[in-house]
């Protein structure tokens, strides 16, 4: 891997928000005109990011991390107005797909039924089938859609759920009968692809034309309920019945007390060391296809993984095994072409040794975050973070700024609010909050080369606008911003803030 030198990236400044996050008629953030909106607000604040949590194909729990595959777009983002610009919808049908939704946080189930319901009625009208069958397609594509069109045939169950033994087993014969019996189906969901690609394309090529690098985020596991693992289990240990020895997760921490039991099954890294992680190229390829960087989740499993028997009831029983380390990374150099890939490293949480010199031989940049720095590290103190790190006030595990100054013990709150050189009231929140201001400020004149402020923070929200909290399953992903937010916000403000602490740079 090539050594970073001092001064290898540019300061510059972004924010974190999730697409769903954006506001907008239909439920959830689509890939439309406020998408377009929040990017004009980047340029015109001096911002040079959009961090985006992963956009790929959702499961039944709706987490972005708990994917059905690790290539597929989420078709939930798709949006509908699109489809009556191409006449595949009328302007009856548009209504009746906004009627009922909430602006106030994403209620997947009616999104989901409702944008489905929709896009199979726009496919019974698309008459460029031919334009779907003949455009080039990604390897996974087919696989993809036949995987989700039997899921179908099968009440969504997940593939190890299925009765057909020659599907579960994916046998050759039985696959070929069903992509027979169900062509049209796949067809349908190759059909949504073209959509979503079609739509990505054109939200990354405004991005680009206004200054604004996207930042995605690759989930370091896949989901047992997944088409990788359907159609590769030897890749990760699963047998032909879906049974897994080992699933991955977090050992107890101070998110939390019985750590995280993800369900997620591990990886058989001597069978993909013997391909040449040929697997993991092809999809880190895709993901910088799709996005300008990507933030690699979970990096310390790389060096090391969390693994805990699949019966285990929490995660307390796991134990570290170790992963594929810098072979890996090189692999990945070789496949692609390229010594400098455009990646960040997550590397939160409990970091050792063997971690940090992974890190330093992959040559990434790693995370740092404000909050972590007065809860016991060091490391994430503002006057302690280099130019090789993006630093956070939080990312989206964390609570908001204003909602962990709260939580603190009032002798922490001064400590905190005394190395910023804050006196006012702390307890004001909104968009004007002097104390979000002087955070920000403090994260903003760090020496990392990147500072992300999650939107929470610009718009100086609460607890009940959190994003995620780790090792819990309900509440979270739901929170929205509400239309007029963005204007709310001192843009001259961040803007000069951006151009003083040297932070006007493209990526």
Request: glycine content about 8%.
């Amino acid at each position: 891997m090539s050594e970073q030198t001092i001064n290898t990236y540019p300061r510059s400044a972004g924010v974190l928000m999730p697409i769903t996050t954006l506001h907008g008629p239909f439920g959830i953030g689509v890939l439309g005109a406020e998408a377009n909106e929040f990017i004009d607000f980047l340029s015109e604040t001096g911002f040079h990011a959009w961090q985006v949590l992963p956009v790929e194909s959702t499961g039944l729990c709706c987490s972005p991390y708990k994917c059905v595959s690790a290539f597929a777009g989420e078709p939930m983002l798709i949006d509908p107005r699109m489809l009556l610009e191409m006449g595949l919808i009328t302007t009856e049908d548009l209504e009746e797909r906004a009627a009922g939704m909430t602006d106030s946080f994403v209620d997947y189930d009616l999104v989901k039924d409702k944008q489905m319901a929709l896009l199979r009625k726009a496919f019974e009208r698309f008459d460029g089938r031919s334009l779907v069958k003949t455009h080039p397609k990604p390897a996974w594509l087919d696989t993809y859609s036949l995987y989700m069109a039997l899921k179908d045939q099968f009440d969504g169950k997940p593939w190890y759920e299925w009765p057909d033994e020659g599907l579960r087993s994916y046998n050759s014969d039985s696959l070929k009968v069903a992509k027979t019996f169900l062509s049209n189906e796949i067809l349908f969901y190759s059909f949504v692809q073209w959509l979503f690609h079609e739509q990505w394309q054109k939200l990354k090529d405004y991005a680009t034309g206004n200054g604004i690098s996207i930042i995605g985020d690759m989930p370091f596991y896949v989901s047992e309920d997944s088409v990788e693992v359907w159609s590769r289990r030897t890749l990760f240990n699963a047998d032909p019945d879906g049974c897994f020895p080992a699933v991955g997760g977090a050992p107890p921490d101070y998110f939390s007390p019985l750590g995280q039991h993800w369900g997620n099954p591990v990886y058989n890294w001597k069978l993909m060391k013997k391909n040449g992680y040929k697997w993991w190229a092809t999809r880190v390829a895709a993901a910088l296809e799709r996005y300008d960087y990507v933030r690699l989740d979970h990096f310390r499993g790389f060096d090391s993984y969390w693994s805990i028997p699949s019966d285990a009831p929490d995660a307390r029983s796991g134990s570290w095994v170790r992963g594929p380390g810098i072979e890996l990374f090189n692999a990945l150099e070789t496949a692609l072409g390229n010594d400098d890939l455009p990646l960040i490293a997550e590397d939160l949480g409990d970091m050792h040794g063997d971690v940090e010199k992974l890190l330093d031989e992959s040559g990434l940049r790693g995370m740092r975050v404000l909050q972590f720095g007065f809860m016991g590290d060091d490391k994430h103190l503002p006057h302690n973070i280099t130019e090789n790190c993006v630093a956070y006030t939080g990312t989206h595990d964390n609570t908001t700024m204003l909602a962990w100054l709260y939580e603190l013990s009032p002798s922490d709150r001064e400590r905190a609010l005394f190395y910023i050189g804050f006196d006012g009231d702390w307890s004001v929140g909104g968009p004007g909050s002097a104390v979000l201001k002087a955070w920000i400020r403090a994260l903003f004149t760090s020496g990392a080369s990147l500072a992300v402020v999650p939107i929470q923070d610009l718009l100086g929200y609460g607890a009940d606008t959190r994003t995620n909290t780790p090792g819990t399953s309900e509440g979270n992903w739901l929170f929205r911003i509400r239309s007029g937010a963005l204007a709310q916000i001192d843009r001259a403000y961040y803007k000069s803030l951006i151009k003083v602490s040297s932070r006007d740079n493209a990526m």
